[in-house]
């Protein structure tokens, strides 16, 4: 079977960083992705890890332990418009399926 | 932003009813992919499809078809709605089947089955 877990719910200050992990145990991986997602939106893309290590991308990195399966999602300088559902998903077998955790509602204050 | 749209962007039917949810592309990709989702679970593949009438079940299909006889569209038919398909749609394309490949989605159809 597939398991992806993520934090419900995380909270955070306007400029400060914040880290939202995602474990996983898969039967297969073939990468795993980062979606943004606002309230009544689709999930927008945010990054791809398939080696381990760091991406950067801005603001926003994120980083892969295969070993481990783990990743996180490193948001830096927050911004009110990060408050956001952040999904991790997993890519399980061919055809590019993705299983996805159930997301972290991310709550960024003043 | 990839040029997907859905229709109707919401539905609200009876259980019974048959019901069909369009995702159009414009950008001549390949695979497309219909998920539900649901508070608590997060986003779940229904079906997907690889090509021109080339489908395959994903983890809910039960109670779904799908049919794809052109690149640009792929439907989905729930042939009697019932309330535990109350959800928001959303489909998704991505050029190729590889694990690089990125998928993007589209705005999403809600539904209600009363």
């Known amino acids: 079977g597939q398991n992806i877990d993520q934090p419900t719910e995380m909270t955070a200050t306007e400029g400060a960083i914040v880290q939202i992990n995602c474990t996983y145990q898969t039967s297969g991986f073939n990468g795993l992705f980062w979606y943004q997602q606002h309230a009544g939106e689709a999930p927008t893309f945010l990054s791809y890890n398939v080696l381990d290590g760091l991406e950067e991308k801005g603001r926003f990195s994120s980083f892969l332990s295969r070993s481990k399966g783990y990743s996180y999602l490193l948001l830096k300088e927050l911004q009110m418009k990060d408050s956001a559902s952040y999904l991790c998903?997993?890519?399980?077998?061919?055809?590019?399926?993705?299983?996805f955790g159930t997301g972290t509602q991310l709550k960024v204050e003043l | 932003d990839a040029g997907i749209t859905q229709s109707p962007r919401h539905k609200v039917t009876e259980t019974g009813t048959p019901v069909t949810l369009r995702c159009h592309q414009t950008e001549n990709h390949r695979y497309m992919y219909w998920y539900r989702q649901d508070p608590g679970h997060g986003l779940r593949l229904i079906h997907y499809?690889?090509?021109?009438?080339?489908?395959d079940k994903g983890e809910v299909s039960d109670g779904y078809s799908v049919s794809r006889s052109k690149t640009e569209d792929f439907l989905l038919t729930l042939e009697s709605a019932t309330s535990s398909q109350t959800s928001v749609y959303f489909c998704?394309?991505?050029?190729?089947?590889?694990?690089?490949?990125?998928?993007?989605f589209g705005p999403g159809t809600r539904l209600t089955v009363l």
């Open positions: 998903a997993v890519i399980t077998g061919g055809g590019n399926k993705l299983t």
């Open positions: 499809s690889y090509g021109v009438k080339d489908t």
């Open positions: 998704a394309i991505s050029a190729a089947g590889t694990g690089a490949d990125t998928q993007y």
